[in-house]
């Protein structure tokens, strides 16, 4: 069965610092990857997705996420958090049931 | 655009009353979708309709009823909620149901059942 497992509950950063958000998937076959961003009381905005080819994918807001198959991760990053990143995260993973299955979140906190 | 729209943005309704949620695109999307979400959580899947048509129903009890008038408009009905039912109501949509095609999520509609 597919699943997705964020094993950072809530994660703290200072500003101006980097950022990796950690993703581990399971699904036998290649795997349709996303990362979505949500704001408080907000809607989930896409940031980026990883269909097949270039495992380094690039999204909006500067972020990137790396696709490691022998590790089954689909980790996010960012070279340099802004305050405005402050959010919940979500990675999600598409497969055979023509369902997004979502991780449990991520909540980024940044400090000045 | 790639613009979803959710109305209301905020519902309180007792559990005796009748109320409907509505999701507006203009993408040409053929599958739109509703989610609950609850804090702290990520979003549930409750429905999906593919070319107007319900392919997915996980399970909802029939106290919420969807419906999709035409390709753009997606509609929750909502009657005899439970206080449990409070959470926000999250519709997307995206090109066609397939899992490589993203979703794009609306801003939501935060019910509150008294």
């Known amino acids: 069965a597919q699943s997705v497992t964020q094993p950072d509950i809530h994660i703290t950063v200072s500003e101006g610092a980097s950022l990796e958000l950690r993703c581990n998937y399971s699904y036998g076959a290649t795997p349709y990857l996303f990362w979505y961003v949500q704001s408080p009381g907000q809607g989930l905005q896409l940031l980026l997705k990883?269909?097949?080819?270039?495992?380094l994918v690039q999204g909006i807001k500067g972020f990137e996420a790396e696709f490691k198959r022998s590790q089954s991760s689909f980790n996010l990053r960012k070279p340099s958090v802004h305050w405005s990143d402050a959010a919940e995260y979500f990675c999600a993973v598409g497969g055979a049931t023509n369902k997004l299955i979502f991780g449990t979140g991520t909540l980024l906190a940044v400090q000045p | 655009d790639t613009e979803v729209t959710q109305t209301p943005k905020h519902l309180v309704m007792g559990m005796t009353n009748k109320k409907s949620l509505k999701c507006e695109q203009h993408m040409g999307h053929r599958a739109m979708y509703w989610y609950k979400q609850k804090a702290k959580k990520p979003p549930e899947l409750m429905f999906v309709y593919s070319y107007e048509k319900l392919s997915i129903n996980e399970s909802v009890p029939s106290r919420f009823s969807p419906e999709c008038p035409n390709s753009s408009l997606l509609n929750l009905h909502l009657h005899a909620l439970q206080p449990e039912d409070s959470a926000l109501y999250l519709c997307a949509s995206s090109q066609v149901i397939l899992s490589r095609n993203e979703q794009y999520f609306g801003p939501g509609t935060r019910l509150t059942v008294t």
């Open positions: 990883y269909f097949s080819g270039d495992t």
